[in-house]
């Protein structure tokens, strides 16, 4: 598969009014390519949502609704089930893909139950979580997926305390927990990892789960151009391992030549910016980077013993 | 069981067979009591068969009815039911569900809100939500909650109409009381209800944006065009109730006035309490006192003009809320009355009298105290309280 | 009859109190009644001491509240005696139904009632024909007998149509021992 | 603009993607990009990287679509030819 192969059609029409630079535009531009013919979407309350519908404007050329900001597994599935009791009764003629969008606050917190639900329940739709890890919003605030140390204005790099002071939480543990066909993660900057794994969640006998690394330019204090080297960093340093777990089954996608250190990752980020000046804090850095370490060699085990 | 009989059901099991008559496509509901034998009904009718239709046990009340926003834009017929916390717990998307402008059909069987924890009745959980955009109707026994739940799918579907419809009736007191229940035919309902045709359905061939955001610029325009539709809605309502009493030999309207030719005084109910308050009439009306009931089955939208009409003779009314508007005048029902008799000449005084909380039982001699109240009022002409409570202990209530 | 009969049933939660005025409205309404069936709503669970009510009129029923002034009061569980006061407001030209190996006049003795009191065993009916202490069918049966409120084949036609195969069967037969078997 | 009698149905939007009509190009205010066709390779990094759809893809060959460009510089920063310069907008006017 290469870049020339995929489809010329943008589901998603330029004319939105996501930032410059955003990484959620490049992210949905690449997941849409996925599809050959239009998914049915319900998108949560999120930057994307608002950014590409500003009535009577629709950046949108699928069916597309957005209800709320929890409630994006909930709609997922009642669309689902509409589809299975229309195709039944003779009412639809064939099947749709069944796409949630939804950004971490949507995902990792306030949507986390109805997401849950809708995975417990098994019903065949793909859930993609665009996480920039906070709640930009509603002005950069902190999420579940924020990660420790960074600053956001309800985790702010005070004189006492140096930002967010708790882990990102493992989203992809939880949802793995709920034994669905499959789940994965993706970089807008791997672009042909993605499409080989949204292709994956289009065939999935089940609930399909992405989560997708989305750079913020705005909330992450990085200038526009960097989105994509962002998501590579992030990769490369392992802080967003790229993987994907089918059936059970732990594959890491994407193994770094050479791991780089965390502060690569860190270092050119407005958000991380405490921890470098005025003076270096290597001790937070270094937790950083046991963490991810931790992390890192907690996956390749599971990738040995699944 | 067999259709076109008189069947013994209780109120949430007469809702569960007209839900199963009407044949919907997706159920989506949460277990609370005192619905939930409707959602158990309605999953046994599933399991056995004898209901095409997807049944989603959702993981919360907020879940069921957003997955029944999302069956319903793709153009199922869609229902769900619940009650007090649930009903709250759906809030937010009640909004969401009647701005889209869908035809979800809900029950509610009306229960009180914590705290402190009680399931018994009141109203305190659909009058909460009056304000959300559905409309509104309350059944006073089983009868009605099976013929209007045939009719708020026919409602909610009309192209005239396409709003969501809460079917309400009183948790235990209606919900639980097993009757002989009058129903129809399969063929009978079918003839009355044809299936759903969605007007903007999702469809991949025809893409259609639900849920912009709805900039400043346009969000009157928007939220008016909802207010004018809602506020129509009442004349396709009265139609469609016209031609199922026509249908099937029923007698129903959006308010039915009892003994009220001569009535001076009139106590408006709501719900099962109006059976209650009948008897109290025919009571009263033995030792020769002027009292009427006039009973409101359509809540929202409100039908300011038959009230007015239905009002306009007597000298006093007494609203008999089954909750409180905490720190307002009583309940919401004696404040919307008071409203929209407001402009009338010669208005009558309106007192409110919330009543039967959280399951507190309301008595026949509940609304004779109530309508000698009334009495007193008339010949005072002059209303001395905006509203008293009834059946509660103490200063200032109306006791047990 | 009365144009309108009001019935309540005294139990413990978990003998099918609320089964057994379900069941009765449901004869009644075989018969061309209208009926009220429903239990005194509560959180009470297995064991505690409950309510229900049957309402059976030749006339539309429209009033909603619980039962005050009963025509007619059935006890199912001889210790709900002790914890409730089961013939609060029974009319005095009414019935008393009881479960208990008592006769009525040693019964009635201990109750502040000008009532008409029946007994029946329906106890021990039930354990030997059901398996079980489950009275609530039985003892319809010799409230049947007692006060014609509805004829006994109705009950047999509603119990039949509620419970299925053997069950119906022995439930049938305690219903017609209880009735045979009532102390009036 | 239109009545509450004249916009749609409960706020639903009927033509997909009309967005597209709306100049997000007008939002660069610092940048642009310019594409030299000589050292272009159309190997469409530019294209799948884009946030706005903004590369236009032809047969052999990508256009920059500055009606829709917000001039954040991805392109730029990503393409392995140097092929995409970025220009100051104060040049151009």
Redesign the interface.
């Given at each position: 598969m290469a870049l020339k192969s995929l489809p010329l059609h943008e589901y998603l029409s330029p004319g939105h009014r996501l930032c410059a630079g955003c990484g959620e535009g490049v992210t949905i531009r690449q997941i849409l390519k996925a599809f050959d013919e239009p998914p049915i979407i319900c998108n949560a309350t999120s930057c994307l949502e608002v950014s590409t519908t500003p009535f009577p404007y629709t950046a949108w050329r699928t069916p597309w609704i957005h209800p709320a900001f929890e409630c994006t597994g909930a709609v997922a599935a009642g669309i689902e089930a509409a589809q299975k009791a229309l195709i039944r009764k003779g009412r639809k003629k064939k099947w749709n893909v069944v796409l949630g969008l939804a950004g971490d606050g949507g995902t990792y917190d306030i949507g986390l139950q109805a997401l849950s639900g809708a995975l417990e329940r098994g019903h065949k739709f793909i859930y993609v979580c665009y996480t920039n890890d906070a709640y930009m919003n509603t002005g950069i605030q902190r999420s579940g997926a924020t990660p420790k140390a960074a600053w956001t204005t309800t985790s702010p790099a005070g004189r006492v305390i140096p930002g967010k002071t708790e882990w990102q939480k493992d989203l992809m543990k939880i949802v793995v927990a709920h034994d669905i066909p499959y789940a994965a993660t993706v970089s807008a900057s791997y672009p042909m990892d993605l499409q080989r794994k949204m292709r994956k969640t289009i065939q999935a006998d089940g609930p399909a789960f992405i989560l997708a690394l989305s750079p913020c330019p705005r909330g992450w204090r990085t200038p526009p151009h960097l989105t994509i080297e962002l998501g590579r960093l992030a990769v490369q340093t392992c802080m967003f391992p790229l993987y994907e777990v089918e059936n059970g089954q732990y594959r890491v996608t994407m193994k770094p030549k050479r791991k780089l250190p965390v502060e690569y990752y860190l270092r050119p980020q407005g958000r991380f910016r405490h921890l470098f000046t005025p003076k270096t804090r290597q001790d937070i850095i270094s937790e950083i980077q046991a963490h991810v370490d931790k992390k890192w060699e907690e996956l390749q085990r599971l990738e040995q013993l699944t | 069981m067999v259709a076109g009989m008189v069947l013994a059901l209780n109120g949430d099991e007469a809702a569960a067979y007209a839900v199963k008559q009407c044949k919907p496509d997706v159920i989506a509901a949460y277990p609370i009591t005192p619905q939930t034998i409707i959602v158990e009904r309605l999953s046994e009718f599933v399991a056995d068969g004898e209901l095409d239709a997807e049944f989603i046990s959702a993981e919360s009340e907020h879940s069921a009815l957003s997955a029944c926003i999302g069956a319903s834009a793709m153009g199922a017929r869609t229902y769900t039911a619940t009650a007090s916390q649930g009903l709250a717990l759906m809030y937010e998307m009640l909004f969401v569900a009647s701005s889209f402008r869908l035809p979800i059909v809900m029950s509610v069987a009306n229960r009180a809100l914590n705290s402190p924890l009680n399931i018994w009745n009141d109203m305190s959980d659909t009058m909460g939500a009056r304000d959300c955009g559905w409309i509104q109707i309350y059944n006073e026994n089983a009868q009605e909650v099976y013929d209007f739940t045939i009719q708020a799918f026919r409602i909610a579907e009309d192209h005239g109409v396409l709003l969501p419809v809460m079917v309400c009736h009183d948790g235990f007191i209606v919900s639980h009381s097993t009757e002989g229940v009058e129903t129809l035919s399969d063929s009978e309902v079918d003839s009355f209800l044809p299936p759903r045709d969605p007007v903007y359905p999702l469809d991949v061939e025809r893409p259609v944006t639900i849920g912009c955001v709805g900039v400043p610029e346009y969000y009157p325009e928007i939220k008016y065009q909802q207010e004018v539709a809602t506020k129509k809605s009442i004349s396709k309502i009265k139609e469609i109730m016209n031609e199922f009493n026509e249908d099937f030999g029923r007698n129903y309207g959006i308010i039915e006035e009892y003994r009220m030719e001569d009535a001076e005084v009139a106590i408006l109910t709501i719900g099962s309490a109006s059976g209650t308050a009948k008897d109290a009439v025919d009571e009263m009306r033995t030792e020769g006192k002027p009292v009427g009931l006039l009973k409101l089955r359509l809540f929202r939208p409100l039908p300011v003009k038959d009230l007015r009409k239905a009002l306009s003779d007597v000298k006093v009314v007494g609203v008999v809320d089954r909750h409180i508007s905490f720190g307002a005048l009583g309940g919401a029902l004696n404040m919307e009355v008071r409203a929209a008799l407001y402009e009338m000449k010669d208005r009558p005084h309106v007192m409110g009298f919330p009543t039967g909380l959280g399951g507190r039982d309301i008595r026949v001699e509940h609304f004779i105290k109530i309508a000698d109240e009334l009495l007193k009022i008339a010949e005072r002409d002059m209303l001395e309280e905006d509203y008293r409570v009834v059946g509660c202990r103490g200063p200032g209530c109306i006791g047990p | 009859m009365r144009e309108m009969v009001e019935v309540r049933f005294h139990g413990r939660g978990g003998q099918g109190v609320v089964t057994a005025s379900r069941l009765l409205a449901e004869a009644a309404l075989l018969e061309g009644k209208r009926v009220q069936g429903f239990p005194a709503f509560g959180a009470e669970r297995e064991g505690a001491p409950i309510r229900a009510f049957t309402r059976i009129s030749s006339n539309p029923i429209r009033v909603r509240s619980q039962i005050y002034t009963p025509d007619v009061v059935v006890v199912l569980d001889p210790t709900v005696i002790r914890a409730e006061k089961v013939t609060e407001g029974l009319k005095d030209d009414g019935w008393l139904i009881a479960n208990t190996t008592k006769e009525p006049e040693e019964l009635k003795a201990g109750l502040a009632t000008k009532a008409k009191v029946v007994t029946v065993d329906a106890t021990r009916i039930a354990l030997e024909l059901l398996g079980a202490p489950r009275v609530n069918t039985p003892i319809l049966g010799t409230l049947v007998k007692a006060t014609q409120l509805v004829k006994l084949d109705s009950v047999i036609k509603v119990v039949k149509s509620t419970f299925s195969g053997r069950l119906a069967e022995v439930n049938i037969k305690a219903v017609e021992r209880a009735y045979h078997e009532a102390k009036i | 603009?239109?009545?509450?009698?004249?916009?749609?149905?409960?706020?639903?939007?009927?033509?997909?993607?009309?967005?597209?009509?709306?100049?997000?190009g007008d939002?660069?205010s610092r940048q642009k990009p310019v594409l030299s066709q000589e050292k272009c390779t159309f190997?469409?990094?530019c294209?799948?990287?884009?946030?706005?759809?903004?590369i236009v893809?032809k047969e052999d060959a990508v256009e920059i679509?500055y009606?829709?460009c917000?001039?954040?510089?991805?392109c730029?920063?990503?393409c392995p030819s140097g092929a995409i310069r970025?220009k100051s907008e104060l040049e151009e006017t």
């Open positions: - | - | - | 603009m239109k009545t509450w009698d004249e916009v749609p149905f409960a706020g639903y939007i009927l033509e997909p993607g009309n967005a597209e009509s709306y100049k997000t939002w660069r190997c469409l990094l294209w799948i990287y884009c946030p706005d759809g903004a893809r679509d009606y829709h917000k001039g954040c510089g991805i730029s920063y990503e970025m």
